[in-house]
């Protein structure tokens, strides 16, 4: 820790930029500059007031600082953002800043970070808002270059619901990247935020000058680009679509050096194809990323949501989140049995009515009639109703009024141990009806942790994935449920948190000490599970976890071992395959070879050359590790093993064959032409 001095009050060393001693919890004395973080965290807790205590600064941007703050009173974590000295005096500045306030003050939905309040100062521009625990989008790319295909998609899929509520309340956000993309450490959704630059009409005034250029010139949209005024959502598909190309290729499909070539090639350059940088990608998927990055807006999805369903429906395999299990009554587009509309009073009216209580009686009898109401949805099948009564509860439970605040979170915890209401909110959470999933989602979110221990009792009874997937998702699956599914004597329990760990947006650390753990699970299948979310997850995570399992005892769960290492790509893993084709049993030395054709690296070619020396004088005869060490080698990079292949083509008999047979087969399905 770099020192800049001692506390004058306790006398320790503290940190060059601590704004309290960590010793005695002390403010240390502001620096010189009017712009000093400690001067501007002290005039942000006198602005607060009583009962909020600024912690330390945790970010900063073009225009604004942002401080974690505790919130005694409610005894929990905030965030402020302040508008920087510096740009205090900017009207465009200033401006900007109201104008964020304004627009993510009028949103609710749960993958868009609200603002809570916006205190009143003539000396200090600032909002407050949730502090999220976790990381940006950005950082984990910069950690782990491109993702797994499924969290991939899922992520798009939180952005697109929260763009599509931000749409539908007449909000373009125009700054969609993953700076821009919050990854909660908890539950792994993503969370839109920065509305700054946003177009939201309905507020009243603007924040840029006709021909200014707003977005960030790697995500911009062509029309963007070309300065524009008149844009509409399908500009933040495009971004989105620029930040889905990033999660899957590792890098954006256009890149320059200055921002006025980026814009140029948005508006002109065609777009380069996924597949280039990541073979893998399945061709739906590169056609949706096409029609989403189209430079004619009206050639673009209509909506993020269809681009979002349009990515799921490419993966080309069910995704936990639109589960078809038929504990459910399937439902057709005009079934709206499950969220039918009902004669009750609107949520609207109801959060409203709790909230302007004006005292205590007042507000039991409306917690008794909204419990009323409850039991009425549960009887009634209405997951709608029961979504909506819940928020409006958890609205009321967040009442700066300590007494109305503790009679509506009692209200809300009677409904979290309601074991039947929990399960109605699950079953809604796998409706087809629009915002279903949203919406009971938020409801068992604002109902933790009580909630949770029932989801949890619930997905074990009824062995569940999806259901375990929803636990991850509200925050219900901590680090003790996760290890104790995956130590659970049955081999069904443990693989429902394998299965949903193929899709889980969580740390790739929290997955790996996970997924480790279940491959100690006694029975194999759950072993051999693992390491198939390995291979599907590829990376580090595949290359740590299949050199454990090649260690197993039990020869599919080796095999799936190897499988794994070969999806890793990292060329770290040869000299384990190279052992395994030299020595292992014949299908350990072709799942071996396999592997090695799928690291497509040029250090692989040498354990497949060595393989295949012995063949040369028995070229009457082949085996199947021939074949797969000849499909291996056509795998590879083209540099590194054409001119093997072609020695081996040129030889008569069965191995000359097979050899040319794998040339033939070489040549990849085309990407799709734009």
Request: glycine share 10%; proline share 6%; net charge neutral.
């Amino acid at each position: 820790m770099a020192t800049t001095g001692f506390c004058s009050a306790c006398g320790k060393a503290v940190g060059a930029d601590a704004l309290r001693c960590a010793q005695c919890g002390a403010w240390l004395p502001p620096g010189d500059g009017w712009d000093d973080a400690r001067a501007l965290a002290r005039e942000l807790e006198t602005m607060l007031g009583a009962g909020y205590e600024v912690v330390d600064e945790i970010g900063r941007g073009g225009f604004a600082r942002v401080f974690r703050v505790r919130d005694v009173t409610l005894d929990r974590w905030l965030a402020a953002k302040v508008i920087a000295p510096d740009f205090t005096g900017s009207p465009n500045a200033a401006a900007r800043f109201r104008h964020e306030a304004l627009t993510v003050a009028q949103l609710s939905h749960p993958n868009i970070v609200p603002i809570y309040f916006v205190p009143a100062s003539p000396k200090l521009a600032c909002y407050v808002m949730p502090l999220v625990s976790g990381e940006s989008l950005a950082s984990r790319l910069r950690r782990e270059g491109a993702l797994p295909l499924t969290v991939a998609v899922g992520i798009a899929q939180d952005v697109a619901a929260a763009l599509d509520a931000a749409h539908a309340a007449g909000v373009v956000h125009r700054d969609v990247k993953p700076d821009n993309i919050l990854l909660e450490v908890r539950t792994g959704r993503a969370l839109l935020t920065d509305f700054g630059i946003a177009r939201a009409p309905h507020i009243g005034g603007r924040v840029s000058t006709t021909g200014q250029v707003l977005g960030t010139p790697h995500y911009i949209a062509p029309e963007q680009a070309a300065g524009e005024r008149e844009i509409d959502g399908r500009t933040d598909v495009y971004a989105l679509g620029v930040v889905v190309f990033e999660m899957m290729a590792g890098r954006t499909p256009f890149d320059a050096p200055a921002a006025q070539a980026l814009y140029a090639l948005h508006l002109a350059a065609p777009c380069p194809s996924v597949r280039q940088w990541r073979p893998d990608v399945p061709p739906a998927i590169e056609e949706a990323l096409f029609l989403a990055l189209a430079k004619d807006r009206d050639a673009r999805f209509a909506t993020a949501g269809a681009f979002a369903a349009a990515l799921l429906t490419g993966l080309g395999r069910r995704s936990l989140r639109t589960s078809s299990a038929t504990v459910v009554e399937r439902v057709g587009p005009g079934d709206v049995g499950l969220f039918r509309a009902t004669t009750s009073t609107p949520v609207a009216d109801v959060r409203a009515a709790l909230r302007d209580a004006a005292d205590l009686g007042a507000l039991r009898d409306l917690l008794a009639g909204a419990r009323a109401g409850l039991a009425e949805a549960v009887a009634g099948r209405d997951g709608r109703r029961v979504a909506e009564t819940v928020g409006a509860l958890a609205a009321a439970a967040r009442d700066p009024r300590p007494a109305f605040r503790q009679e509506a979170s009692a209200a809300l915890w009677a409904c979290a141990t309601d074991a039947a209401l929990v399960e109605l909110l699950a079953q809604a959470w796998l409706s087809p009806a629009p915002g279903a999933q949203t919406a009971a989602e938020a409801a068992l979110s604002a109902m933790m942790p009580e909630a949770g221990a029932v989801l949890l009792a619930l997905t074990r009874r009824e062995r569940r994935s999806d259901w375990l997937l929803l636990a991850d998702r509200t925050g219900a699956l901590g680090e003790a449920e996760a290890l104790a599914l995956v130590s659970d004597a049955s081999a069904g329990v443990a693989e429902l948190l394998v299965s949903v760990l193929a899709e889980s947006q969580r740390s790739p650390e929290v997955i790996e000490r996970w997924l480790g753990a279940a491959l100690r699970h006694p029975h194999a299948q759950v072993r051999r599970a693992v390491l198939a979310v390995a291979e599907q997850r590829g990376g580090g995570l595949a290359e740590r976890l299949g050199r454990v399992g090649l260690r197993d005892r039990d020869e599919g769960v080796r095999l799936a071992a190897l499988d794994a290492l070969g999806s890793s790509r990292r060329k770290e893993v040869v000299s384990e395959l190279a052992s395994v084709l030299e020595g292992g049993g014949e299908p350990e030395q072709r799942g071996a070879a396999e592997a090695l054709g799928r690291l497509g690296v040029a250090e692989a070619l040498g354990p497949l050359r060595k393989a295949l020396a012995g063949r040369r004088l028995l070229s009457f005869r082949t085996s199947p590790l021939d074949e797969a060490a000849l499909r291996a080698m056509a795998s590879l990079p083209e540099e590194a093993a054409a001119a093997e292949l072609h020695s081996l083509a040129a030889r008569s008999g069965p191995l000359g064959r097979l050899a040319r047979d794998a040339i033939a087969r070489k040549t990849p399905e085309p990407p799709i032409s734009r």
